[in-house]
Nanobody, 124 residues
Framework: VQLQASGGGLVQPGGSLRLSCAAS????????MGWFRRAPGKESEFVAA????????YYGDSVKGRFTFSRDNAKNAVYLQMNNLKPEDTATYYC??????????????????WGQGTQVTVSS
């Protein structure tokens, strides 16, 4: 599966962005899909993961209530709606995928498929 993330950019604090992740070479339906982010000088941080069979999404503590994961099987894509953005959300965001659900969904090592990343900068 190849993943292509897009939608990043520069936004002011309190603003919104919607990231997209298009899949090719496979279908997003049935896959565990998610997002990680990495800020300069920091470790990768779990953002969200969607369990397809349970229709349930898990979020990192720092984004709960502000970010929303969604998927569109017809378009073979997933999205991350980011609202009330803060400067600390500044990072490169990566779309990720794995075949089956993992109880360690928050660990980057669980995902063999990664997109190329899209930069999000939150600044006034």
């Amino acid at each position: 599966v190849q993943l292509q993330a897009s939608g990043g950019g520069l936004v002011q604090p309190g603003g919104s962005l919607r990231l997209s992740c298009a899949a090719s070479g496979g279908t997003v339906s049935g896959l565990t899909m998610g997002w990680f982010r990495r800020a300069p000088g920091k470790e990768s941080e779990f953002v969200a993961a969607h369990r397809y069979d349970m229709r349930k999404t898990y979020y990192g503590d720092s984004v709960k209530g502000r970010f929303t994961f969604s998927r569109d099987n017809a378009k073979n894509a997933v999205y991350l709606q980011m609202n009330n953005l803060k400067p600390e959300d500044t990072a490169t965001y990566y779309c990720v995928a794995r075949t089956y659900w993992s109880v360690m969904y928050y660990s980057r090592d669980q995902y063999p498929y990664w997109g190329q990343g899209t930069q999000v900068t939150v600044s006034s």
